[in-house]
């Protein structure tokens, strides 16, 4: 069993930055693709990126590319997410989650562990 917990959500002006983090508590954090997944009510829950256990290989949906970095600290049994040039339409509720697959797994039933969500609120 892996637990996650996230954390760094709020309310930003639209241009602004975040950071989210992820700690991981259970079994051995650096053996987990991890990925970050975000979602609006009444939408499915959209993959936004992945990282692979040693922290080598990203992987990232297009509409983040080029603005937000997912990075992972094995030491800390932490993984994060830096949002940059932040818009309105990336607010949502963002996941964490853990899988044994690999980091370009994007597909969310690959992945078998979840935290609760942080949400983010980008205003224009």
């Known amino acids: 069993q892996v637990q996650l917990v996230e954390s760094g959500g709020g309310l930003v002006q639209g241009g602004g930055s975040l950071r989210l983090s992820c700690a991981a508590s259970g079994r051995t954090f650096s053996r987990y693709t991890m990925g970050w997944f975000r979602q609006t009510p009444g939408k499915e829950r959209d993959f936004v990126a992945a990282?692979?256990?040693?922290?080598?290989?990203?992987n990232y949906a297009d509409s983040v590319r080029g603005r937000f970095t997912i990075s992972r600290d094995n030491a800390k049994n932490t993984v994060y997410l830096q949002m940059n040039s932040l818009k309105p339409e990336d607010t949502a509720n963002y996941y964490c989650a853990a899988t044994t697959q690999g980091w370009r797994t994007a597909l969310l039933t690959s992945y078998n562990y979840w935290g609760r969500g942080t949400q983010v609120t980008v205003s224009s």
């Open positions: 990282i692979s256990w040693s922290g080598t290989n990203t």
